[in-house]
T-cell receptor
């Protein structure tokens, strides 16, 4: 089955820790994205990547980092510099930047 | 900066009714508009994508229209069913913005009463 997988489904982090969220796609899509969703707010873009070894900051990149070493993978690291990391994180991909975006099932991160 | 607004924020209707969800955006220079469905605690499911040159798209009981000049889109759901209960999100991609992401509305929470 083609699709986007995210792991883990739930993640708990102690204050001061860095954690990495996984996103993998087997759709052969060039573009990948990370969004954050908070209750009562729309999704907000954290980082995006149009091609391997290239990525750009979105609207709320502070406290986050990414890498794009492989076409299929776009991991997101939530660093200790992110002041309020508790949220639902969604990964997406598209065939090209102007095409339909498809989303993974999400990772819910909670800071203890 | 592009802003997307969805009205109403919540809607509850009896099963079988036809209904319309509204989406408006402040900058008409969009490349496309996408409607999504989100079930509680889940990711987003793409419903329809309308390119800026199109007026509407249809998929089954769903019909989405786009009036770019007025900054509006509607999602029409025919013969609603309890399984349609979900949050519906509208998102636009700004033209000329390169590979940056979508700008989302906050969604309409829809409940279909059996």
């Amino acid at each position: 089955d083609g699709g986007i997988t995210q792991s883990p489904k739930y993640l708990f982090r102690k204050e001061g820790q860095n954690v990495t969220l996984s996103c993998e796609q087997n759709l052969n899509h060039d573009a990948m994205y990370w969004y954050r969703q908070d209750p009562g707010q729309g999704l907000r873009l954290i980082y995006y990547s149009q091609i391997v070894n290239d990525f750009q900051k979105g609207d709320i990149a502070e406290g986050y980092s990414v890498s794009r070493e492989k076409k299929e993978s776009f991991p997101l690291t939530v660093t200790s510099a992110q002041k309020n990391p508790t949220a639902f994180y969604l990964c997406a991909s598209s065939n090209d930047w102007y095409n339909e975006q498809f989303f993974g099932p999400g990772t819910r991160l909670t800071v203890l | 900066k592009q802003e997307v607004t969805q009205i109403p924020a919540a809607l509850s209707v009896p099963e079988g009714e036809n209904l319309v969800l509204n989406c408006s955006f402040t900058d008409s220079a969009i490349y496309n508009l996408q409607w999504f469905r989100q079930d509680p605690g889940k990711g987003l499911t793409s419903l329809l994508l309308i390119q800026s040159s199109q007026r509407e798209q249809t998929s089954g009981r769903l019909n989405a229209s786009l009036d770019k000049s007025s900054g509006r889109s509607t999602l029409y759901i025919a013969a609603s069913q309890p399984g349609d209960s979900a949050t519906y999100l509208c998102a636009v991609r700004v033209a000329g913005g390169g590979a940056d992401g979508l700008t989302f509305g906050k969604g309409t929470h829809l409940i279909i009463q059996p």
